[in-house]
């Protein structure tokens, strides 16, 4: 009795709550892709052939899963840390020798028995682990370059070895890494610098080369004249400016294009470019040019995809069509739809309100880790919890992004909700550590 | 520790880039899914598959209530080329439909070319059953490809094409003119006949159904349980006048001749019969059947698509002689006893006109007159009639005249219900005017008082004749359809105006009388007599009318029975002979059928001893096999070109290929040499002619 009182003691139950209430969302979700009037729901469910019963049965695994994790000393995940990272980055390298091909990516492990495991997904939980431990150490002074530069390796190795795999999608959730970083004192220009990059981007594919010239000119001219005293007294401040007009000058003249013609797909620039509205000619990409050199044809993805997922979410309107009437998701006309783009289904079945609230779980997940990161004592574990927070943030963001058409299409699952055995066993572990070393706040732990 | 309190702000901005993160999803979502209505549209688009139920077309019965018609149900292969861009199974496609690519490809621009590409269009129309079954078990595997229902008309009696009309696709033109029509490019539509003049009543209303789809164009049930579907109402049906078994039997007599007839109930100036002649079975122009014959029918110059009976503007002959008998008993010019002294020719106008019969006393009253067709008596009477002193000079006369004849029906469309009705003429007086100066007089056109010169009636109108004289005076406008199924206020645009009795001139009923003894006497020992309907007194007028080139017209109208009219009919038929030898036993006959509902051995033996006689000009004949012989010139030509170029390398097949070529040149040249369409345009075949009446 008392055993089982300390046990269950300090665990966030509204945390296992909010977990509970996303499997459920995500096993109605895929039902609803799967639901066809015309045959017995009931018998197709105990057949266990369906995808519902069968991530009904990953739920109880990952059940199980959780109450061990529950049960186990949190000591454990900091003693293991490093072995499992490195045992993480062991599984990633071994794709490459018995990896299956999935969707053009070899990122997958066979398992046997129809199941596959994704290391790269896999390895999330340990990087999270092995980044908490190096910045939990006693003796780390995080405002140096050094050690700043050492953890940016330990979060970015694995997503190295992803694109490796052809998996970009997860190697974009490491730069999730960058949150905890920045909480432990990452400066913050680093941040600025990364979204400012990014935009610089996005107005690349947008506008054309020589308005965007001109307009990055007239920012330099402008800036100068604003700054004419300062520099009269510091030339250095000149110099800094001028620098960094020519940085974004070449970036926009002839990195951007650089990266989309010779080291991007085709397809990937095809969909990069699809999300800002544009059209790609994949005539200027060299590994089209190469292709056809070979003589294969041009694999020519369109926006089918995020199209059909935006009309399936788009005709949700307010109130959306209901449970089961939804007609996009009756006809299976949204390719993938139980996995990485189940948010569909939910967006026509029960439209703008039903989005909202869905996504209102989501932000609160998230703000509850943040407050659950901010009562540790041990910073291994706030760590650890930013680590959680920033991996499902990423998912949910770039996932959602790219129902809506905010991002290009990359294979990125719901957290939680999404049909896929290893995505929910990887966030159910997670999940659950973090639940685990929070039940343990009192203890402290280093 | 001062690092540590710097760190301890960040959380909130971390909770900052989360709440911007999700703030920027949601003005997303906003904008998808309750600012762009379009995305409903297009998942409609996508998923609401719209099914049309074509009713059943309403049926057009006969005065007996027997199906002139039926509906057959078949099958369409639709496409819709936008939706059929990706995934087709071409090459199954074309295996079950037995067509190669490129034909493929041809009907598909075809259907983007005719309706769009967002909009369906026949791919195969009329479906046989086993290709229903192949196609419908494959149709998944054919996105944008779907089978369409469609009842098609046919017709068990095989007869009655040219009232009837037919149904086809509704045209691109119509469509255009009519967006509110309620027609989808694709959809049936009355074309001609009947099937045109009663569309909204026979087409009744298409149901709409909606139902779900998935991604491969399958059916996934009904869409919101059906709450927007409407239900498909059958089109009403139509009873005409008809008699089936007459029109049968007239259609059987003029095979092999050029001609009309016309049968009208005169008591309510319903149309029993029209036949006209070359005519088709009209299964030949259901929409299966169409492209089979529609080049010869459209083509051949004997004219099989003409309706005749409305259209053909004929002389009537002495068929004309009782109106001009009741003109001059109405002006007085004579009377019953009025008689004149002829002696097989008539010279009031200082020419010759001939008439049959020479003996003293065939023309001693207007009886007689009449019964015996007296060529002199109706000229000279004719004559009297425009030179009428009363009106003070020929010219009133004429006018006076003229407008008796507007009173009889002649010189306008009468106004039946079907399209293409011409008015026959009744010329003006300017054309005289123009030919013999201010100046002429009766004499000119004296002829006219035997049915010929410029006048000329369409069938219908001799047989409208027929009905105002039976009748004594007054005449319904004929029409076909008695009545409508579900008959309702609304229908009174249709049926209204052939409810009003017309009785423009007033005529007495003893002149009237006088007339139809004359024309009763001509069935008894006039020029008829040979010609008798078991059982059945009857009246009756021949007529044999002369045409450049061709044998002499031959005309018959009538009505019987005597004392109680029940059928009026007019008959006439191209390069014939006598009215009394061809027309009046076809008139006889369907006559008879009509009255005694069955027809004697005797009268059995002689309709099919007309059936089997060929009247058809020789000229028909050898335009047809000028035409033939073009045509095998023009494929013979053809094919050498194909061979000249493979031999093209040898000089010597060369010449000879040119020397042949010369060889056939002149063969092509006077093919169309003196292709004078009399039969064509019938205008022409009498306007010229030197009149004279020739009478049995």
Known sequence: MNQQEQLTKGIDWIFVLLYAILVCTGILCIFMVEYNPDINWAASFISGKTEYSKQLIFAGVSAILAIFILLSDSKLYTAFANLLYLFGIFLMFLTFAI?????????????????????????????????????????????????????????????????????????????????????????????????????????????????????????????????????????????????????????????????????????????????????????????????????????????????????????????????LKGTQTRGKYVPEQQTDFVFTSLGEAFGFAGCSIFLMIYLFILYRIVRIAERQRSSFSRVYAYCVAGILLLHITINICMTIGLFPVVGIPLPLVSYGGSSLITFTILIFILIRLDADRQMVLR | MLVQNNNHIRNRIILGIFTAVFAIIIIQLLNLQLFSPKYKIQAENNAILRKVQYPDRGIIYDHHGRAILQNVVNYDLVVTPSESRKGVDTALLCRILNIDTAEYNKRMLTAIFKNTRFKPSTFEPLLTQELYAQLNENLYKFPGFSLQERPVRSYPYHCGANFLGRVGEVSADYLKKNPDGGYQAGDYIGLTGLEKQYETILMGQRGVTRSLRDNRGRPQGSYANGEFDTVAVAGRNIYTSIDIKVQQLGEKMFQGKIGAAIAINPKTGGIIAMVTAPTFDPNDLSPAEYRKHIEFLATDTSGPMLNRAVTGRYPPGSTYKPVGALIGLDEGLITPASGYPCLGAYYGCNTRIRCDEHWAGHADNLKLAIANSCNSFFCNLFKNTIDNPKYGSPRKGYAAWRNYMHGFGFGNPLGIDIAGEKGGNIPDTTIYNEAYGPRWVGCNMVTMGIGQDKMLLTPIQSANEACIIANKGWYYTPHFVDSLEHQSDDDTVYLAKYHIKHEPLHISDADYRTVQQGMEDVTEVGTAQNVSIPGIKYAAKTGTAQVPHLKNLAVFIAYAPADNPKIAIAVYVENAGYGATWAAPIGARMMEQYLNDTLTDDSQADVDRLSKVNLFPPQIYEWRRKKDSLKQVQLREKAKEIDSIAMAKHDDSLRVAATQKEKKLPHDTDSHNHLSPVIINEDKKTSSSPAREKRK
Request: proline letters at 4%.
């Open chain 1, 99 to 323: 990896g299956k091909n999935v969707n053009g990516s070899r990122s997958w492990i066979p398992l046997g028995g129809g199941f596959n495991l994704q290391p790269a997904q896999l390895c999330t939980i340990f990087t999270s682990l092995a980044l908490s431990k190096y910045l939990s150490m006693q003796d780390l002074d995080f405002t140096k370059v050094r050690s700043q530069i050492i953890a940016a390796a330990i979060a970015l190795f694995p997503a190295l070895i992803s694109i490796m795999q052809n998996e970009t999608g997860l190697a974009i959730v490491y730069f999730a890494f960058f949150i905890p970083m920045y909480r432990e004192g990452l400066p913050g220009w680093i941040l600025v610098v990364g979204f400012s990059f990014a935009f610089l981007v996005v107005a690349t594919l947008i506008m054309e080369p020589n308005t965007l010239a001109i307009i990055l000119t007239v920012i330099a001219a402008v800036s100068v004249y604003f700054l004419r005293k300062k520099i009269k007294r510091s030339k250095s401040l000149l110099a800094f400016i001028i620098g960094i007009w020519i940085l974004c000058v070449g970036i926009q003249r002839f990195a951007v294009p650089y990266i989309f013609n010779d080291v991007f797909q085709c397809y990937q620039s095809t969909r990069i470019y699809a999300m800002v509205g544009k059209t790609y000619d994949c005539s200027q990409n060299r590994h089209a040019i190469n292709r056809e050199e070979n003589n294969k044809s041009i694999s020519k993805p369109d926006d089918y995809n995020v199209r059909q997922s935006k009309i399936a979410i788009g005709s949700g309107g307010l109130l959306g069509r209901g449970f």
